[in-house]
């Protein structure tokens, strides 16, 4: 059963932009933040930024100003808008719940950035 699909990667030039998507499950959405993750090659996942059921955002040092999280519960469907990109944002990303509710992970979506 499929409950989280990453969507939107892509290659994009360093200083471009890409918007994510997340299609979660209701129950996932209904209960839990939601966040984005990401796993650049030779390092382990990392948050990049989180929204919780009333809207709050919070952002990783390393792309705040530049990333947007957002979330449409009533299509429990989540974004990242990610503008600026740099080489260092090169990973694949990844959306889960946060925290304890935090579920298996989907196959994510690769984003490159390069010249």
């Known amino acids: 059963q499929v409950q989280l699909v990453e969507s939107g990667g892509g290659l994009v030039q360093p200083g471009g932009s890409l918007r994510l998507s997340c299609a979660a499950s209701g129950t996932i959405f209904s209960n839990s933040a939601m966040g984005w993750y990401r796993q650049a090659p030779g390092k382990q996942r990392e948050s990049v930024a989180l929204?919780?059921?009333?809207?709050?955002?919070n952002y990783a040092d390393s792309v705040k100003g530049r990333f947007t999280i957002s979330r449409d519960n009533a299509k429990n469907t989540m974004y990242l808008q990610m503008n600026s990109l740099k080489p260092e944002d090169t990973a694949v990303y990844y959306c889960?719940?946060?925290?304890?509710?935090?579920?298996?992970w989907g196959q994510g979506t690769q984003v490159t950035v390069s010249s």
């Open positions: 889960n719940a946060v925290g304890e509710l935090r579920g298996n």
């Open positions: 929204i919780t059921r009333g809207g709050m955002t």
